[in-house]
Each structure stands twice: as C-alpha cells, then as structure tokens.
T-cell receptor
Framework: GNSVTQMEGPVTLSEEAFLTINCTYTATGYPSLFWYVQYPGEGLQLLLK?????DKGSNKGFEATYRKETTSFHLEKGSVQVSDSAVYFC???????????FGEGTQLTVNP | NAGVTQTPKFQVLKTGQSMTLQCAQDMNHEYMSWYRQDPGMGLRLIHYSVGAGITDQGEVPNGYNVSRSTTEDFPLRLLSAAPSQTSVYFC?????????????FGEGSRLTVL
C-alpha cells in the first residue's frame, strides 16, 4: 500500500535559518504529493502541492519538488519566521484521489 | 465563511458509551471524510463519502459508523467507545472528482475515553 515517511522531529530553528523537512514516499502508479500545515489549535490547511514528476510546488516562501527518481518531496524554506512554527504533514493521494495518506508530521519551532 | 464545522470540540466518554461527532460543510462539496490524529502516527483515514448515499471504509474503520443522507452532513458514530478511540478527530471535505483538490479541514474534536 501507499505510505509516507517524514524526518523525525521535532525541529527547532532560530529565526531566518534555512529549513528542510524530508519526506519520502512509497506508492503505486502516479500519486500527487502535498504538504499540509497545522497551526496550534487549528485544523490542517494546504500549503503546497505537486501533481507530476519534476513539478515544484511553492507558497509563502516554502518550496518542494516532486522527485520520482528518489521518491521524495522535501519541504524547504530559505528563511523561517516565528510565525512558521507549526506541524507540517507530507501526504499523497492515489489515482482516484479518494484516499489521502499522511506522514507522521514534523513539529517545527522557530525561536526569535 | 463557516467552511467545515465540527461539534463538539471536546468530549469525555466512559468505556462502552456511544456518541456521534457531527460534521457539516457549506461549500457544496461532494467528498467528505473523517480522520483521526494520534501522536507519532499522523492522520489516518476512518471513512469517506463521495456523495449522498455513498460511503466507504478507510484505513481504520473498525468501531466507527458513518452515513451520508445529505450533501452537507457527515456524522461519525462511535457505537461502544473504547480507550483506544481516544484521539483528535478531523472532518474534511473537497470537490469530488478533483484528485489534486484541496482538502478543507474542520478545527477538530478531541475525544477522551476513560
């Protein structure tokens, strides 16, 4: 079956540091890949997505590239802010789009 | 903008009790789903529905029932609560047929089973 593995957390950074959160996946066919973010006390919201190999998703300074050869979709941001503190989830959906499979989530804390 | 509304936000049950978590959306989304969120395990799909009258099982359906009588509502029923069902539950919706469409989440319902 499909699965998503994220780097172990939590991650603690200082403001303006570079962020990378690793995500690798196992899937049959051609999945679409997503990053969702969960701020404290809220539900998840879509951060960015990529629908085919070599696509780059980007939003709010975050980027991730769909790498089929390494089955990865790592999240990056060049300069994090305190307001980026949240839990980040990597996810994929299979051909029909009816089932979204999530990774375990990575807690990010950014200190001033 | 209401979006996806879940009630209650918090609930404490005793083992063996039953309850229903309510979910309503006002975006005319055909697809609705329920996830549970547990530490270190991410979100796991319980049940989903692609339209009124149609439901299907997700990854962890045991102990939960759902029905979809209207487009707007998708309640999740726990027939006989167990401590293993202590979790945070999220309802989510999107347009059906859009494989890459954004899932819109409610704020969650925290359930504790004693």
């Amino acid at each position: 079956g499909n699965s998503v593995t994220q780097m172990e957390g939590p991650v603690t950074l200082s403001e303006e540091a570079f962020l990378t959160i690793n995500c690798t996946y196992t899937a049959t066919g051609y999945p679409s890949l997503f990053w969702y973010v969960q701020y404290p006390g809220e539900g998840l919201q879509l951060l960015l997505k990529a629908t085919k190999a070599d696509d780059k998703g980007s939003n709010k300074g975050f980027e991730a590239t769909y790498r089929k050869e390494t089955t990865s979709f790592h999240l990056e941001k060049g300069s994090v802010q305190v307001s980026d503190s949240a839990v980040y989830f990597c996810a994929l959906t299979e051909t029909s789009g009816s089932r979204l499979t999530f990774g375990e989530g990575t807690q990010l804390t950014v200190n001033p | 903008n209401a979006g996806v509304t879940q009630t209650p936000k918090f609930q404490v049950l005793k083992t063996g009790q039953s309850m229903t978590l309510q979910c309503a959306q006002d975006m005319n989304h055909e697809y609705m789903s329920w996830y549970r969120q547990d530490p270190g395990m991410g979100l796991r799909l319980i049940h989903y529905s692609v339209g009124a009258g149609i439901t299907d099982q997700g990854e962890v359906p045991n102990g939960y029932n759902v029905s979809r009588s209207t487009t707007e509502d998708f309640p999740l029923r726990l027939l006989s609560a167990a401590p293993s069902q202590t979790s945070v539950y999220f309802c989510a919706s999107k347009q059906a047929g859009e494989k890459t469409g954004e899932l819109f989440f409610g704020e969650g319902s925290r359930l504790t089973v004693l």
